[in-house]
C-alpha cells in the first residue's frame, strides 16, 4: 500500500495559511503560533510552521511574556529554530514591548487638577489668545484624547456645547475635562465660563458622560471648578 503522503502547509486551504489567514479575516483571527509562523516562515521537513511555533509555545508554557523572555540561545534549542528565526521573533516581542510602554506614557491617569494643568501645560504656556481644550477620560480616568475645540482672541474663544460631545462620543469617553486658558493671567472665571460648565454639566448627564472638571489655565497656575465645589 502507498504510504499517505503528510499533510504540508503548502496543502491547506487559503483560508488557513496564516498569511492568506491574516488578509481574508484580518489579525485578531490568528493564534499565537499562527502569528509566529508568519515571523518564521517556514517549518522544517518533520514540521509545518505552525507545528513549530507550537513546539515553542509549548516551551514557553504558552505565556508571551516568558516566550519574551527567552535568549537567542534557548530559542534556538528547538529543532528547526535558527538564529535568524530567533531574532525576528524577538524583534517583534521587543516591538510589542515598546509600544505598550509608548501607549503608557501617552495615557496618563488624570485624576486630579494638578494632573490636568501639567498634562495641559505645554499647549496652553504662552499663548498670547484663548483656547478651549477637550480631555477625553475612559472608565479608569486614563487619557484617551486630548483636542483643541476651539480658537479665540485675547479674551474670549467660542464653545459649541454639540462640538464638544460630538468629539466625546467619537471617542467613547465616560467622562471629559474642559480647559482654556486665561492670557490675560486671571484665574477668576468669567460669567461666560460659568454658563459653559453648566451647560456641558447639564449636557453630559443627558449623554452620560461626566464632566470631571473645567480648568482655567494661567502661566501662573490654574482654577479648577471641582477643585472649588462647583461640579
Request: charged fraction near 25%.
Amino acid at each position: 500500500m502507498e504510504k499517505a503522503k503528510r499533510l504540508t502547509l503548502h496543502n491547506w486551504a487559503d483560508e488557513d495559511k496564516p498569511r492568506e489567514k491574516l488578509i481574508l479575516k484580518g489579525k485578531s483571527a490568528l493564534s499565537d503560533a499562527e502569528l509566529i509562523s508568519i515571523l518564521f516562515g517556514t517549518g522544517t521537513k518533520e514540521k509545518t510552521v505552525v507545528e513549530l511555533a507550537k513546539e515553542l509555545l509549548f516551551l514557553a508554557k504558552n505565556d508571551l511574556s516568558v516566550l519574551a523572555s527567552m535568549s537567542i540561545n534557548e530559542l534556538t534549542k528547538v529543532k528547526g529554530i535558527g538564529e535568524a528565526k530567533a531574532i525576528s521573533l524577538i524583534s517583534a516581542l521587543e516591538l510589542g514591548r515598546r509600544r505598550k510602554e509608548v501607549l503608557f506614557e501617552k495615557k496618563p491617569i488624570i485624576n486630579s487638577s494638578s494632573k490636568v494643568y501639567e498634562v495641559m501645560n505645554s499647549h496652553l504656556y504662552d499663548l498670547p489668545y484663548e483656547e478651549l481644550w477637550l480631555i477625553c477620560l475612559s472608565n479608569q480616568k486614563s487619557l484617551i484624547q486630548k483636542s483643541c475645540i476651539s480658537k479665540g482672541g485675547l479674551n474670549a474663544t467660542i464653545a459649541d456645547v454639540r462640538i464638544i460631545f460630538k468629539n466625546a462620543l467619537e471617542c467613547n469617553s465616560s467622562a471629559i475635562i474642559l480647559v482654556h486658558n486665561h492670557p490675560s493671567g486671571t484665574l477668576n472665571p468669567s460669567n461666560e465660563d460659568k454658563n459653559l460648565t453648566e451647560k456641558v454639566k447639564n449636557a453630559g448627564k443627558v449623554m452620560q458622560i461626566n464632566l470631571d472638571d473645567h480648568l482655567i489655565f494661567t502661566n501662573s497656575g490654574y482654577y479648577s471648578f471641582a477643585d472649588e465645589g462647583i461640579l
